[in-house]
């Protein structure tokens, strides 16, 4: 029945409730090869549980799910585990040939290089985000989905990684379902927008900007407040 | 570094009192000898070998209960922490047994057990039980839940989450379990030599009572103090190792 290519999701019909909130109420989702998607929404819109059940962290969703075997997933929090130093949170459940290279090569990527023999308790914020995706990074992913992956930094950090971001996508061309509720932070790095409310896609527009992308770009602007509007914040032109 | 010095005052001073106060005869001999005396009987015995043999006997009876108690308490804790079957079957009749001042199961236990060595032993298990069993169980319970979500979506099956994020997060808790399970443990067997024994330190001191030697009764208080005491020095260099970690933390 798939007559688009086989991407790296293909959703249909997700569905999930707690008690009688119906919370996702018939979600059709598909991501190509290499497509940055950024999923927008209120808070309590639903499109953490989204990721969540892509990432297959719940199990109580009905409808059709497929997700790339390849995939990884960035968190809000950085998650890493502080018994564990920076190296071993990076190798976690990483199998194969040379795993300290490809460990040093990730950390490397993020610009943590040195710090591999770090605890994680000794890292800034920033930097155990940096780590956070190294250890998604190391995985080779065909599909990252990061929720809400800068939510929780400073916003000259989050300029920072926002940046890192766009550079790893073209280095490795992973596609990424970006969870957040930043609207520049949308328009900055997707494809593709996606709208959720009331538990469904309301809305999809495709980012016609070239990359690198400026915020000052008149382009920009329109689609800022077209999205604004769409969250129920409208501004003035 | 001053105040370590001051710390250390104290006791010096009241060490100083009691020898001197025992040495004018204002405490009795028989009552309170001084402390170098305590030292001398200590010396003496080291000399004829009894107080190695005492403190030996003492020290398996204490390492074989502990060893009996805590492994119970890991296998069932782990059970009860791990799975949720485990949790209905274990913890509520657990949670209910830990009611019970098992020091005051002494007279139960020598109607089941005779006074021989299972009763120093099994007390030493039941005081060791409790403190690992509650701690390994809240330290499981406790680890956080997105760290587990972290290492599924790693791709760790559920053995290699319970081995990098369970076992390393219960740790700490299980840390403070053990060190309370030694100062029970230490405890049950202070009570448990109290009766019928032929040998150990408890013996020591009850065969001392009956001479009167109470400088040897001293004595067998001072190496219950310090074996407890270097069981906890010890301890707490383990728990260093494995926890070193954590000191990144408390140092950022």
């Known amino acids: ?237 | 570094m001053r105040l370590r010095r001051v710390r250390l005052m104290t006791p010096v001073v009241l060490l100083g009192a009691w020898e001197v106060l025992a040495r004018v005869g204002v405490l009795s001999p028989d009552k309170l000898p001084p402390p170098s005396e305590v030292l001398a009987a200590g010396w003496r015995l080291t000399q004829d070998g009894s107080l190695p043999a005492h403190v030996y006997e003492s020290l398996t009876r204490a390492v074989v209960g502990l060893a009996i108690g805590g492994g119970l308490a890991l296998v069932l804790g782990a059970f009860a922490g791990l799975l949720r079957v485990g949790d209905a079957l274990v913890d509520p009749t657990v949670q209910m047994a830990r009611m019970l001042p098992h020091l005051g199961l002494v007279p139960l236990l020598i109607i089941w057990l005779g006074i021989g060595e299972p009763l120093k032993i099994t007390l030493v298990a039941l005081g060791a039980f409790f403190p690992i069993y509650l701690n390994l169980y809240a330290g499981i319970r406790n680890i956080d839940e997105r760290l587990v979500e972290a290492a599924r979506t790693c791709g760790l099956s559920a053995l290699e989450r319970v081995r990098h994020v369970v076992v390393p997060g219960a740790m700490p808790s299980l840390f403070l379990g053990v060190r309370l399970a030694f100062a029970a443990g230490w405890l049950s067997l202070v009570v448990g030599e109290q009766v019928n024994t032929d040998s150990g330190l408890g013996f020591m001191m009850m065969e001392a009572r009956e001479f009167s030697q109470t400088e040897i009764v001293l004595l067998g208080l001072l190496s219950y103090a310090v074996l407890g005491l270097l069981s906890d020095i010890a301890l707490r260099a383990a728990e260093r190792r494995a926890l070193s970690w954590r000191r990144g933390l408390q140092a950022s």
């Open chain 1, 1 to 237: 029945m798939a007559t688009r290519t086989a991407g790296v999701v293909a959703a249909r019909d997700v569905r999930r409730s707690f008690g009688d909130t119906v919370v996702l109420d018939g979600i059709d989702l598909h991501l190509e090869r290499g497509e940055v998607v950024a999923l927008l929404g209120a808070s309590g819109s639903g499109k953490s549980t989204l990721l969540r059940i892509l990432a297959g962290l719940d199990h109580e969703a009905t409808g059709e799910v497929e997700v790339s075997a390849s995939s990884a997933v960035v968190f809000q929090e950085h998650r890493l585990l502080p018994w564990k130093r920076v190296a071993g949170n990076v190798a976690l459940g990483v199998r194969g040939a040379d795993v300290a290279g490809r460990v040093s090569a990730a950390l490397g990527e993020v610009g943590l290089a040195d710090r591999g023999r770090a605890w994680p308790g000794e890292l800034s914020g920033g930097q155990s985000q940096r780590v956070a995706i190294a250890r998604a990074l190391v995985r080779r992913p065909e599909l990252l989905l990061l929720d809400e992956p800068f939510g929780a930094l400073d916003a000259l950090n989050r300029l920072k990684m926002q940046r890192l971001f766009r550079e790893l996508q073209s280095a490795h061309d992973f596609a990424a379902l970006l969870v957040t509720h930043d609207v520049d932070e949308a328009v900055l790095l997707a494809d593709r927008l996606l709208v959720l409310d009331g538990g469904r896609l309301v809305e999809e527009i495709v980012v016609p900007m070239p990359h690198p992308r400026a915020v000052d770009d008149p382009q920009f602007g329109a689609l800022r407040r077209r999205l604004l509007a769409l969250l129920n914040v409208p501004v003035e032109a």
